[in-house]
């Protein structure tokens, strides 16, 4: 399943904890600022739970699963392609 997760951080300059228990989360992308694209077998909860150890009291986590149906431009070399090899479908499906 596809997940945008949006966050917006203010207590700590860097998170690199945060940044590895993003990428642990499955294949991901990070083209814009503040958002990661995830491709994971967690729900959206799930993978709310699994960050919000690794940020401030201040800082906000919002996780949303999305399809197939999706647009982008200046997205860079190669997106597009990457996002084409993504699993959308829940393990349901």
Same mark, same amino acid.
């Given at each position: ?10 207590? #700590? ?8 228990? =993003? +990428? ?6 990070? *083209?814009?600022?503040? %958002?990661?694209?995830?491709?994971? #077998? ?8 699994? =960050? +919000? ?6 800082? *906000?986590?919002?996780? %949303? ?29």
């Amino acid at each position: 399943m596809m997940y945008l997760v949006v966050l917006e951080l203010s207590a #700590r300059p860097e998170y690199p904890e945060l940044e590895r228990a =993003l +990428k642990a989360l499955g294949n991901w992308s990070n *083209r814009t600022k503040g %958002a990661w694209i995830v491709e994971s #077998r967690f729900t959206a909860s799930q993978i709310r739970d699994l =960050l +919000k150890p690794h940020v401030g009291a201040e800082d *906000r986590i919002f996780v %949303a699963r999305f399809t197939k149906n999706w647009a982008g431009t200046g997205m860079g070399q190669g997106f597009q392609e990457w996002m084409n090899r993504r699993n959308f479908d829940s393990p349901n499906s």
